[in-house]
């Protein structure tokens, strides 16, 4: 099974700063990794898919690079509503698919 | 509008059982190939089971031989069968459609059920 380690466990950034997530692999993934957001009490919404795609209705400030076992999301500019728990996950070796431990992004 | 709603969650004993249900709307729901995935209080996310359009199926370990996976394309649901439940299956559990291209990566994801496993 592949494990995801996510860093920082937490990101205390202000609006407007530019946030930068990590996810590593314990094998290689090759580029099947995804990127979610979720809210308190809200389901995960996908952000980006294989690596760099973002997903349908998803804006530009979000962007996902990487490859292999090294992945990072960008928030290029944070807005308000962007604070949130973030997670990585991989479809590279399945099943099963895997999740990171999550980053939580809160307002500093 | 893609949706997903789930229902079916409640308070069981431990090693009884649960029959979570999942019904979409807005897309195609025979073409999909599609998962559930749970979250236990205050955890991240756990995939649990996966179905394809063309049934294939997968289990996580934790759940293999309790849990089982079913469709039904005429009533555009989903299902998951909970047998011999763990107070470890405490969780909300999210029905989600695995991307058209990116398979079986869950792109749409409904609300949630909640189920508590305990005495």
């Known amino acids: 099974e592949i494990v995801l380690t996510q860093s920082p466990a937490t990101l205390s950034l202000s609006p407007g700063e530019r946030a930068t997530l990590s996810c590593r692999a314990s094998q290689s993934v090759r580029n099947y990794l995804a990127w979610y957001q979720q809210k308190p009490g809200q389901a995960p919404r996908l952000l980006i898919y294989?690596?760099?795609n973002r997903a349908t209705g998803i804006p530009a400030r979000f962007s996902g690079s990487g490859s292999g076992t090294d992945f990072t999301l960008t928030i290029s500019s944070l807005e308000p509503e962007d604070f949130a728990v973030y997670y990585c996950q991989q479809r590279s070796n399945w099943p099963p698919i895997t999740f990171g431990q999550g980053t939580r992004l809160e307002i500093k | 509008e893609v949706q997903l709603v789930e229902s079916g969650g409640g308070w069981v004993q431990p090693g009884g059982s649960l029959r979570l249900s999942c019904v979409a709307s807005g897309f195609t729901f025979s073409t999909y190939n599609m998962n559930w995935v749970r979250q236990a209080p205050g955890k991240g996310l756990e995939w649990v089971s996966y179905?394809?359009?063309?049934?294939?199926?997968y289990y996580a370990d934790s759940v293999k031989g309790r849990f089982t996976i079913s469709r039904d394309n005429a009533r555009n649901s989903l299902y998951l069968q909970m047998n011999s439940l763990r107070a470890e299956d405490t969780a909300v559990y999210y029905c989600a459609r695995g991307h058209s291209s990116s398979w079986p990566t869950p792109d749409v994801w409904g609300k949630g059920t909640t189920v508590i496993v305990s005495s």
């Open positions: 179905i394809s359009s063309s049934t294939s199926i």
């Open positions: 294989d690596a760099s």
